[in-house]
């Protein structure tokens, strides 16, 4: 399975941005970041079928995933980006299509990540 993430890019504290992960079969997606120095950390999770949907604490009201299961893609639209958004951001699939996990060695492929910089 191939996942292909992408929209990363900079911007300043308040601003958006639109990530993409591109993938082919069923699969519940994850979005995960990792900053320069810290472990992984779940951002959000939609389940492929529902969907069902789940956030961390630190992005909800402010990031929203979606997904077209006709275009095989996540999105995740984010939404009054902090400094302390800044991050590598990777999307990964779970073979398990109706039960969103929050942990990484729950999903069993991963994209290649996309920066994200935010500038204060």
């Known amino acids: 399975v191939q996942l292909q993430a992408s929209g990363g890019g900079s911007v300043q504290a308040g601003g958006s941005l639109r990530l993409s992960c591109v993938f082919s079969g069923r699969y519940t997606v994850g979005w995960f970041r990792q900053a320069a120095g810290t472990e992984r950390e779940f951002v959000a999770g939609i389940s492929w079928s529902g969907p069902r949907i789940l956030y961390s604490d630190s992005v909800k009201g402010r990031f929203t995933i979606s997904r077209d299961n006709a275009k095989n893609t996540v999105y995740l639209q984010m939404n009054s980006l902090k400094y302390e958004d800044t991050a590598v951001y990777y999307c990964?699939?779970?073979?398990?299509?109706?039960?969103?996990?929050?942990?990484?060695?729950?999903?069993?492929?991963w994209g290649q990540g996309t920066q994200v910089t935010v500038s204060s």
């Open positions: 990964a699939a779970r073979r398990v299509v109706f039960v969103v996990a929050s942990t990484a060695r729950e999903y069993d492929y």
